[in-house]
């Protein structure tokens, strides 16, 4: 923090106070992998079914965030550390909120992913790896962006140029490869049910 003239303001409504309102807890469900594995596709089928079991939700997206948050941002490993620092920020800001939030980064880097695990209570954060071959994330390469690395036309790309590291230790692993988007759904739900997130129906 650059200034020292800042006073935290404590807040007269709570982040229980929130939860119950919303009837249920507010956490951080990390989906990272590959680009092509999956990611924003998965976080947002299962933003549909909270929704649809009445949840207090949002979708930060990779893309959709440098746009606008991190749009000052390009793609070098610092400047990725960066991205992933402001959502992880971002992401705590929903969890007081009591919202379950769901983030789909590709956030190659296992220290990121650890700072903003940091960040957070232990039972705040869920990582989900999404995890599928870099042969099938190419051959489906639905932005065209694996041909344009491989042309050369793109440096520093996951996968290709600059190393992915998988999760060690993550709360659930779907692979994207061979199971089908409705049952990663059922998985994910059930993992935030069993975690006491979300409660039975």
Known sequence: MKSSNTTWHHATVTRDGREKLHNHRGVVVWFTGLSGSGKSTLAHAVEEKLHMLGCHTFVLDGDNVRHGLCADLGFSQTDRTENIRRVGETSKLFVEAGT??????????????????????????????CQCPVSTCEERDVKGLYKLAREGHIAEFTGISSPYEEPLDPKLVINTESTSLERSVEMVVELLKISRVIHPK
């Open 100 to 129: 379950i939030i769901l983030t789909a980064f590709i956030s190659p880097f296992r220290n990121d992913r650890d700072r903003i695990k940091k960040l957070l209570d232990v039972n705040d954060f869920m990582e989900i790896y």
